[in-house]
């Protein structure tokens, strides 16, 4: 909260830089890497201090040394750019790193950082050339360079060595690398990167499978991407491989059961090749990253990242891969133009997912795993109906001066992937799936609009197949449109039953449901729909009965200790200790901090974050210093 008057502010100049004479009519037309659609900029970026309408990176190279001593990446990335309008500034964004010396072209150049905005950090002005072809930064990381997050070997699995990983999206590349840091622009970028020998380097690029003798890697990333999407991580790595064309990297220890539980990978990729079209990446791999990765999955390009929460020994979770492989077509291939367009990214990955899943599992769990999301969704659109800013619950966001984290709600992945079903069930499944493909195809390596998107809806889909079909109430009006389809399991509804009875226990008996007798989605919607009548002393059954507390799946547990918060039971908190030391995603960390808080445990909370705090990535510890009340 504090930032957003500051942002405000240097949204106000960035407006008035942005925009000065950057008519898009007027730019170069002699363009050869350039599309036309990357050229005209018809819309702000509201999060980047850039000006693209003149200058842009086609590549970027790094050449950066990972120094765990003081936990800072040094070296130089050298942009070359392409420029548009003659201009004789370059505006990059920066946050928190320490700029040494830019050169253009080999010759030592002037520049000036200005604004310093908590959130979107400074632009970095940098004097050059019509003529400039590179732009060559030095420059270090610092401590406030929130898009690494640097381990000490306590907080690795095998605790001997030390580990570092990135978070780029939203707008955290900035703070490790300088760069035009907005999604609008693609580029292609290579490493050197100089580690410690023992370790490996991996990225968002062609990766090694092995150590190097001398710490030293060099990566290609030859397919245009976001900037958010480049990705770093350096740890006591190994390499098992999945498939043909897939395999998974972990610390040694974690290998074996990351194998078990990912086999099914390589069936993914082709149950989403058969969906819609080629994958067009080479490889995918995953890292699984130690437990403080703050996000279940991020969809980094060759390389998935992805929290260790999902192997849960009984391969439960994996609609988590599902999920950040459809981002391969969804978000990768076609990307949201802003971040108020991130529903693209999203609800067409939710939907994408959950094809997969139906694919390879069949439409009875895919509806079970889609039930489990409307329910969020349910929650969390009443939520921000009665909050601050209702307008949220729209497909179409207005994120200017806000951190874009604040879209990544259910807004974004679940209607926008309930408008998508909707959509499916008027065009039926044939007529939609052809769409879908032609739509990813049609644009592939390029940004998206959601009013483009709706364009190319109507002109593709809607009019030659006369249907009628609302599209305005889904993205331009609040909440859920009462033509939501709506997803039926009967396996679920059977759980519903036995949750809300007063003796649940007895019930359970009675009926011989034991641990086996339901899939892991099924308890989870039963721990999340243990109804009112049940109280203390049945929670206390329930838990010597079935061991929720300490289940092992971090979905069925992290549910279990937000209603045993909200219902008082204390038969929890050794465990739950246990579990708020160890893990760092945020999925679950926020809405077990906000029931303690909103439950009287406020001091047992602050006690064990003070703890805990030191093991979260910053994304994690914002949150919840928010909701502790803590400043940093
Ligand atoms: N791209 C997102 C993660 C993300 C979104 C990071 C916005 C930063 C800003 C990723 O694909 C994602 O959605 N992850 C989910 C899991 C998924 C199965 C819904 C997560 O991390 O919970
Ligand atoms: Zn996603």
């Given at each position: 909260m504090r930032f957003f008057s500051l942002a405000i502010l240097s949204l106000i100049s960035i407006l008035f830089i942005g925009c000065?004479?950057?008519?898009?009519?007027?730019?170069?037309?002699?363009?050869?890497?350039?599309s036309s659609e990357q050229v005209q900029?018809?819309?702000?970026?509201?999060?980047s201090y850039a000006n693209l309408q003149e200058v842009r990176t086609t590549h970027l190279h790094l050449d950066l040394t990972a120094d765990f001593d003081t936990q800072t990446l040094s070296g130089s990335v050298t942009h070359s750019i392409k420029n548009l309008t003659e201009s004789e500034v370059m505006i990059l964004d920066v946050r928190n790193l320490e700029i040494q010396k830019v050169e253009i072209d080999g010759e030592e150049t002037t520049y000036k950082i200005e604004g310093d905005d908590p959130l979107m950090g400074s632009g970095l002005y940098v004097d050059i050339k019509p003529s400039t072809e590179k732009v060559k930064i030095y420059y270090s990381t610092t401590?406030?360079?929130?898009?690494l997050q640097w381990l000490n070997p306590?907080?690795?699995?095998?605790?001997k060595h030390p580990y570092m990983y990135s978070q780029?999206?939203?707008?955290?590349?900035r703070t490790w690398i300088p760069c035009q840091?907005?999604?609008r622009n693609r580029i292609t970028y290579s490493a050197d990167l100089q580690v410690p020998s023992e370790l490996m380097a991996v990225m968002?690029?062609?990766?090694?499978?092995e150590k190097s003798e001398d710490g030293k890697f060099h990566f290609e990333m030859n397919n245009k991407i976001p900037s958010y999407l480049i990705a770093i991580a350096v740890g006591d790595l190994t390499f098992a491989s999945l498939g043909e064309r897939s395999g998974v990297y972990t610390e040694p220890s974690e290998l074996d059961n990351c194998v078990y539980e990912l086999v099914d990978v390589e069936k993914m990729i082709d149950a989403a090749e058969n969906l819609?079209?080629?994958?067009?990446?080479?490889r995918y791999d995953i890292i699984v990253l130690p437990?403080?990765?703050?996000?279940?999955?991020?969809?980094?390009?060759k390389l998935t990242f992805a929290t260790?929460?999902?192997?849960?020994?009984?391969?439960?979770?994996v609609s988590l891969i599902a999920h950040e492989l459809a981002h391969s077509w969804?978000?990768?291939?076609?990307?949201?133009?802003?971040?108020?367009?991130f529903w693209l990214n999203e609800g067409f990955t939710v939907y994408f997912e959950n094809r997969i899943m139906e694919a390879i599992y069949g439409k009875e769990h895919a509806d079970m795993l889609m039930s489990i999301e409307v329910e969020d969704l349910e929650q969390e659109n009443d939520d921000i109906l009665n909050?601050?800013?209702?307008?949220?619950?729209?497909?179409?966001?207005?994120?200017?001066?806000?951190?874009?984290?604040?879209?990544?709600?259910?807004?974004?992945?679940v209607k926008g992937a309930m408008f998508l079903k909707s959509l499916e069930a008027a065009a039926g499944r044939e007529t939609w799936d052809a769409f879908l493909k032609g739509y990813f195809d049609a644009h592939e390596f390029q940004v998206m609009t959601t009013e483009e998107f709706v364009d190319y809806l109507h002109t593709n889909l809607l009019d030659p197949n006369s249907i009628e079909f609302n599209t305005d109430e889904w993205i331009?009006?609040?909440?859920?449109?009462?033509?939501c389809i709506k997803i039926e399991s009967d396996k679920f509804a059977k759980v519903e039953e036995v949750a809300v009875q007063i003796h649940v226990v007895e019930s359970m008996k009675d009926l011989g449901?034991?641990?086996?007798?339901?899939?892991t989605q099924e308890w989870i919607h039963f721990v999340r729909n243990?109804?009112?009548?049940?109280d203390v002393e049945d929670m206390g059954e329930l838990d010597a009965l079935f061991n929720f507390s300490g289940w092992g799946n971090s979905e069925i547990m992290a549910a279990w200790y937000v209603v045993s918060i909200e219902k008082g039971y204390e038969g929890i908190y050794e465990d739950l200790e246990g579990f708020l030391m160890e893990v760092g995603r945020r999925k679950f960390l926020e809405p077990i901090y906000q029931a303690l808080a909103d439950n009287g445990k406020t001091d047992w909370a602050n006690a064990v974050y003070a703890q805990a705090r030191p093991n979260y990535h910053a994304i994690s510890y914002g949150t919840i210093d928010d909701i502790l009340g803590w400043e940093e």
């Amino acid at each position: 909260m504090r930032f957003f008057s500051l942002a405000i502010l240097s949204l106000i100049s960035i407006l008035f830089i942005g925009c000065d004479g950057s008519n898009p009519e007027e730019v170069n037309s002699d363009e050869d890497s350039l599309s036309s659609e990357q050229v005209q900029v018809t819309d702000m970026q509201p999060h980047s201090y850039a000006n693209l309408q003149e200058v842009r990176t086609t590549h970027l190279h790094l050449d950066l040394t990972a120094d765990f001593d003081t936990q800072t990446l040094s070296g130089s990335v050298t942009h070359s750019i392409k420029n548009l309008t003659e201009s004789e500034v370059m505006i990059l964004d920066v946050r928190n790193l320490e700029i040494q010396k830019v050169e253009i072209d080999g010759e030592e150049t002037t520049y000036k950082i200005e604004g310093d905005d908590p959130l979107m950090g400074s632009g970095l002005y940098v004097d050059i050339k019509p003529s400039t072809e590179k732009v060559k930064i030095y420059y270090s990381t610092t401590d406030g360079s929130d898009g690494l997050q640097w381990l000490n070997p306590q907080q690795t699995a095998g605790k001997k060595h030390p580990y570092m990983y990135s978070q780029g999206q939203a707008i955290l590349t900035r703070t490790w690398i300088p760069c035009q840091d907005a999604p609008r622009n693609r580029i292609t970028y290579s490493a050197d990167l100089q580690v410690p020998s023992e370790l490996m380097a991996v990225m968002s690029a062609t990766n090694p499978t092995e150590k190097s003798e001398d710490g030293k890697f060099h990566f290609e990333m030859n397919n245009k991407i976001p900037s958010y999407l480049i990705a770093i991580a350096v740890g006591d790595l190994t390499f098992a491989s999945l498939g043909e064309r897939s395999g998974v990297y972990t610390e040694p220890s974690e290998l074996d059961n990351c194998v078990y539980e990912l086999v099914d990978v390589e069936k993914m990729i082709d149950a989403a090749e058969n969906l819609y079209g080629e994958y067009k990446w080479g490889r995918y791999d995953i890292i699984v990253l130690p437990p403080s990765f703050p996000f279940g999955g991020m969809e980094n390009p060759k390389l998935t990242f992805a929290t260790p929460t999902i192997i849960s020994g009984d391969r439960s979770l994996v609609s988590l891969i599902a999920h950040e492989l459809a981002h391969s077509w969804s978000g990768n291939l076609v990307t949201n133009a802003t971040w108020d367009d991130f529903w693209l990214n999203e609800g067409f990955t939710v939907y994408f997912e959950n094809r997969i899943m139906e694919a390879i599992y069949g439409k009875e769990h895919a509806d079970m795993l889609m039930s489990i999301e409307v329910e969020d969704l349910e929650q969390e659109n009443d939520d921000i109906l009665n909050g601050e800013f209702p307008e949220d619950t729209q497909l179409k966001l207005d994120l200017d001066g806000r951190d874009p984290d604040v879209g990544m709600t259910a807004i974004a992945y679940v209607k926008g992937a309930m408008f998508l079903k909707s959509l499916e069930a008027a065009a039926g499944r044939e007529t939609w799936d052809a769409f879908l493909k032609g739509y990813f195809d049609a644009h592939e390596f390029q940004v998206m609009t959601t009013e483009e998107f709706v364009d190319y809806l109507h002109t593709n889909l809607l009019d030659p197949n006369s249907i009628e079909f609302n599209t305005d109430e889904w993205i331009y009006e609040e909440g859920i449109p009462a033509s939501c389809i709506k997803i039926e399991s009967d396996k679920f509804a059977k759980v519903e039953e036995v949750a809300v009875q007063i003796h649940v226990v007895e019930s359970m008996k009675d009926l011989g449901i034991v641990k086996e007798a339901w899939s892991t989605q099924e308890w989870i919607h039963f721990v999340r729909n243990i109804g009112e009548d049940v109280d203390v002393e049945d929670m206390g059954e329930l838990d010597a009965l079935f061991n929720f507390s300490g289940w092992g799946n971090s979905e069925i547990m992290a549910a279990w200790y937000v209603v045993s918060i909200e219902k008082g039971y204390e038969g929890i908190y050794e465990d739950l200790e246990g579990f708020l030391m160890e893990v760092g995603r945020r999925k679950f960390l926020e809405p077990i901090y906000q029931a303690l808080a909103d439950n009287g445990k406020t001091d047992w909370a602050n006690a064990v974050y003070a703890q805990a705090r030191p093991n979260y990535h910053a994304i994690s510890y914002g949150t919840i210093d928010d909701i502790l009340g803590w400043e940093e």
